[in-house]
């Protein structure tokens, strides 16, 4: 099967899933299981659990998540620490329509395609799906706020020494 096969079969899962519901059903974690890996699952299901998992929506009815890591000593795709990441879900203008600012993501799904998607982006849409995100309308300076903590501009750091710690990082999300 194509990934975008599974991508479509991934996403009528997801659908299925009752929202008055607080659990999943043996059926959708098995038809989970035969999608994703069990650790993935597990992972997106305690970033849920933990209620880690923030719907920001603007006046202007933009959508943003936020996923709070599972540890502080994670870091994003720029090498610099984080506590969290952006989660884009259904995104118009690309062939991709989600996207996160994880690590995983850039390795095990555009880099390797060895995965549909990251835990993180799995957590946000099985909990949008439940009714289990925490809802926070934002305006433009708290969305602003949102952006430069997840993606923070490198000030006085040398190019070099931030390709070399991103090199880095891609060689530890192999081990993901």
């Given at each position: 099967?194509?990934?975008?096969?599974?991508?479509?079969?991934?996403?009528?899962?997801?659908?299925?899933i009752d929202p008055k519901c607080s659990f999943l059903s043996d059926e959708?974690?098995?038809?989970?299981?035969?999608?994703?890996?069990?650790?993935?699952?597990?992972?997106?299901?305690?970033?849920?659990?933990?209620?880690?998992?923030i719907h920001y929506v603007t006046s202007w009815g933009h959508t943003e998540y936020e996923v709070i890591a599972s540890t502080d000593?994670?870091?994003?795709?720029?090498?610099t620490s984080t506590s969290s990441y952006s989660v884009l879900l259904d995104i118009q203008a690309s062939p991709m329509q989600y996207s996160c600012s994880c690590l995983a993501f850039l390795h095990s799904v555009l880099r390797l395609e060895t995965h549909l998607m990251c835990k993180?982006?799995?957590?946000?849409?099985?909990?949008?799906?439940?009714?289990?995100?925490?809802?926070?309308?934002?305006?433009?300076?708290?969305?602003?706020?949102?952006?430069?903590?997840?993606?923070?501009?490198?000030?006085?750091?040398?190019i070099s020494d931030s390709n070399a710690s991103q090199s880095?990082?891609?060689?530890?999300?192999q081990n993901l």
């Open positions: 099967m194509s990934s975008d096969e599974l991508l479509r079969l991934a996403k009528s899962v997801i659908q299925s959708t974690l098995e038809l989970l299981n035969s999608l994703f890996p069990e650790k993935l699952i597990i992972a997106a299901l305690d970033l849920i659990d933990r209620k880690n998992v000593t994670s870091e994003n795709t720029i090498g993180h982006i799995l957590a946000a849409l099985i909990a949008r799906q439940m009714n289990l995100t925490i809802e926070r309308p934002t305006n433009p300076d708290e969305l602003a706020v949102l952006f430069m903590r997840q993606f923070p501009i490198l000030k006085g750091e040398d880095h990082n891609l060689d530890e999300a």
